[in-house]
C-alpha cells in the first residue's frame, strides 16, 4: 500500500473511531460516540458496532500492522463486547471504554515506532496468557480441594 493512499485509509479509521466512540460531549465533559447509544438496541446495537470495529481492526491489518498489535486490538473488542454481554452495566461501559479509540492510538504508535510497539503487545500478550492460565490451574486447584472435602464428607 502506497504512503498517500494508507494515510487517507488511516484517516477514514480515525473518523470511524471518533463516530463510535467520542464525537459528541455528555455531561461533565464526557465524549462518547455511537457505540453506547447502538449499544441500547438489544442484539443489533453490539452486533453492527462490533462490526464496525472489526473492519478497523482488518484495516489495520491491510495497513501492515504486526499481528501481536492485532492481537491487542481485538483483545481490546472481546472486552468491550463480554463485559456488554451484562446488562446495564454493559451499556455503561460503553461510555468509557473506547476500544476503538484505543485500537487507532495503538495503530499510531505501531506507524511511528513498529518494533518498540510490537515487544510491547508481545509483552502484553504473555502477561494476559500467563495471567489467565495460572487462574485456570488454581480454579482446577480449587476443584480438587472441594470435590476431595465432599468426598471424605461423603466417606469415599
Given at each position: ?21 467520542t464525537?459528541?460531549s455528555?455531561?461533565?465533559g ?23 470495529s ?5 484495516q ?5 500492522v ?5 492481537i ?6 472481546l ?7 451484562i ?15 484505543k485500537?487507532?492510538?495503538l ?8 518494533v518498540k ?6 509483552f ?12 485456570c ?5 480449587l ?5 476431595k ?7 469415599f
Amino acid at each position: 500500500m502506497n504512503l498517500d493512499k494508507r494515510n487517507k485509509s488511516i484517516q477514514n479509521l480515525k473518523r470511524m473511531s471518533a463516530l463510535l466512540d467520542t464525537k459528541y460531549s455528555g455531561p461533565f465533559g464526557i465524549k462518547f460516540g455511537l457505540d453506547p447509544i447502538l449499544g441500547l438496541i438489544p442484539g443489533v446495537g453490539d452486533f453492527v458496532t462490533t462490526c464496525i470495529s472489526l473492519y478497523i481492526i482488518f484495516q489495520a491489518y491491510i495497513i501492515g500492522v504486526g499481528t501481536s498489535v492485532l492481537i491487542r486490538m481485538c483483545v481490546n473488542v472481546l472486552l468491550e463486547n463480554v463485559v456488554d454481554m451484562i446488562p446495564v452495566l454493559g451499556n455503561f461501559f460503553d461510555f468509557f471504554w473506547k476500544s476503538n479509540t484505543k485500537n487507532i492510538e495503538l495503530l499510531n504508535r505501531y506507524i511511528q515506532s513498529p518494533v518498540k510497539e510490537r515487544l510491547i503487545s508481545r509483552f502484553l500478550i504473555a502477561f494476559i496468557l500467563i495471567f489467565f492460565s495460572l487462574i485456570c490451574i488454581y480454579s482446577f486447584y480449587l476443584s480438587f480441594l472441594v470435590l476431595k472435602a465432599v468426598a471424605s464428607f461423603l466417606h469415599f
